[in-house]
């Protein structure tokens, strides 16, 4: 960015992470993973990050992340067990990634609201 570029708004911020993401091959992450998170309205204002072909998402755009929003992981013999890392806990298993990220939806913390360029403290 030049100095006479505005700077980037929290919500250009988060749209331009999703590209990357859903620009993702199968090398990072199965593409059907970020497609299921993004077609809620409610998790596309969050950030998205992979890791190890899991999608995170997260409340600030900056390091530490939040983790108290639900996280799929994608099991061996098929489905996804869904959790919330910051209490540890288990939000169910389900069949499908539509489903798991639908279940993510419905659980969402108090006040979540679109991501912020910042940490935790900054929310």
């Not at 199968?26 to 190890?52: E, K």
């Not at 530490?64 to 994608?74: Q, S």
Request: proline share 8%.
């Amino acid at each position: 960015m030049t100095s006479d570029e505005a700077p980037r708004t929290d919500a250009e911020i988060v749209a331009a992470e999703w590209s990357v993401v859903l620009s993702y091959g199968t090398d990072r992450v199965d593409p059907a993973v970020p497609r299921a998170a993004y077609s809620h309205p409610s998790l596309r204002v969050l950030f998205p990050m992979i890791s190890h072909g899991v999608l995170y998402l997260s409340r600030c755009t900056k390091w530490p992340w939040t983790f108290d929003v639900g996280t799929a992981y994608p099991l061996v013999e098929g489905g996804y067990r869904v959790r919330r890392e910051s209490d540890k806990t288990l939000l169910g298993e389900v069949e499908t990634v539509e489903d798991a990220y639908e279940l993510i939806a419905s659980n969402l913390p108090d006040g979540c609201g679109p991501a912020v360029d910042g940490t935790p403290d900054d929310l």
